[in-house]
C-alpha cells in the first residue's frame, strides 16, 4: 500500500506560480513511477493525465498544453513528487491528483488512467484571470 497526500494548491492570478507536492508513505518510494492528473470543474469532464516521471526520474511525460510551464520532478529521499507550474492560465484551473505506477522497468512512464493503483485525495488549483 502507498498512500499519497497532495499539497501546494491554491487561488493565484493568471501568470503566477504554484508548486505541488505530493508525499508518500507506506513501501519504497523508488518502486513507483509517479504522475499528476487534473480535473475540471465542469460537469462530466475527465480526469487527464498532466505529467507523468518515471522511477529513474529520467524519462517524463506532459500534456502538450501544460509543455514548457509545467515541470515534473521527485526527490526519492523526501518520498516526494513536485510539480512546478508557471504561467498559469483560467484553464489550468482544477483538482489536481498524485498518483502512483509500479512499473517493471525503471524508464517506464505510465500515461493511462487505469495503470495506476494508488492516488491522492487532490488538491484545488484555482487561476483567475
Known amino acids: 500500500q502507498v498512500q499519497l497526500v497532495e499539497s501546494g494548491g491554491g487561488l493565484v492570478q493568471a501568470g503566477d506560480s504554484l508548486r505541488l507536492a505530493c508525499a508518500a508513505s507506506?513501501?519504497?518510494?523508488?518502486?513507483?513511477?509517479m504522475s499528476w492528473f487534473r480535473q475540471a470543474p465542469a460537469p462530466g469532464t475527465e480526469r487527464t493525465l498532466v505529467?507523468?516521471?518515471?522511477?529513474?526520474?529520467?524519462?517524463?511525460y506532459y500534456l502538450e498544453s501544460v509543455w514548457g510551464r509545467f515541470t515534473i520532478s521527485r526527490n526519492d529521499a523526501k518520498n516526494t513528487v513536485y510539480l512546478h507550474m508557471n504561467n498559469l492560465i483560467p484553464e489550468d484551473t482544477a483538482v489536481y491528483y498524485c498518483?502512483?505506477?509500479?512499473?517493471?522497468?525503471?524508464?517506464?512512464?505510465?500515461?493511462?488512467?487505469?495503470?495506476?493503483?494508488?492516488w491522492g485525495q487532490g488538491t484545488q488549483v484555482t487561476v483567475s484571470s
Open positions: 498518483a502512483a505506477n509500479q512499473p517493471l522497468g525503471i524508464d517506464y512512464v505510465p500515461q493511462q488512467r487505469y495503470e495506476h493503483d494508488y
Open positions: 507506506g513501501r519504497a518510494f523508488s518502486n513507483y513511477a
Open positions: 505529467a507523468s516521471i518515471s522511477r529513474s526520474g529520467g524519462k517524463t
